[in-house]
């Protein structure tokens, strides 16, 4: 497991049955951001990926 894997599992373990809308993950995406600049590109590249997942199927 990866270091980073840690907070999926954490997310995973004390959320995973909780429902929320996908408006509601870009709006906690959008305060991490505003609370950590620093990490604005990969929760870009984050947010892009996983609005594009589809895209791959269509190809």
Known sequence: MYFTDRGIEEL???RGEERVSLA???ERLRE???L???FETPIERLAT???RL???DED
Do not use: Q
């Open 49 to 51: 990926w996983l609005a």
């Open 32 to 34: 991490f951001v505003d």
């Open 24 to 26: 509601w993950v870009a």
């Open 54 to 56: 589809d895209d791959e």
């Open 12 to 14: 995973d373990e004390r």
């Open 36 to 38: 950590n600049p620093e």
